[in-house]
């Protein structure tokens, strides 16, 4: 399972790249808005420290226009993934960018049906928002269920990337489907490695140390 980094603030993708956990980026315009920086410089400063496919999302909604922002995004860096909506516009663009060997992203997946067009249409990644799903009461990762099951079934080259991710439990559901990328916030990244129990056990494990007196160096 890959993991990527769902921000824009390169101070945390360098924490997290530092840790050996960092299989690529994802970046939409809100979290691009989020950073107050520049796109252009933010994406060729993220493609520079990172090695697999950093995601910069289009925000033309017609194809001309997704066309030619992905022809600058796509000179930013090798490694930039081009990020498309999940509308007839943007599943055009996949095509066409994909026929002419870019990775594309196909954002804002709701449904399986939406999921069948992306592969369709060749997309590197197809991103099923499992948390935005849940907050309306449907269920995110049964989404997730049903689209690994179906390119299961067929020589799909598109991956999985499960997105909008909140808490652990969705990591851990989306390892346990088998997906093949999850996109995970930094703080949810924070949080996985947490557990009452360690601390506890690190605390008692040091206070044993220090009463005898040694020193491993
Ligand atoms: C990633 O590609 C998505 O843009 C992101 O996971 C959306 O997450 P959100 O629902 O928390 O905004």
Redesign the pocket.
Known sequence: MKFFI?TAEVAEIAEFNDLGLVDGV???P??IAKSGRDMVDTIREICAMVRGPV?A?VTAIDFAGMMAEAEKLRAIAENVAI?VPLTEAGIKACKALSDDGADV?V?LCFSAAQAILAAKAGAAFI?P?V??LDDIGQDGMGLIAEICDIYDQYDFSTEV?V????HPMHVVEAAKLGADVV?V?AKILKQMFKHPLTDKGLDAFLADWKKTGQSIL
Do not use: H, Q
């Open positions: 769902d994802t970046t939409n809100s979290l995601s999302e990020k992203n954002t991103s928002f948390g935005r990337l997105a909008s991710v909140r996109t916030p």
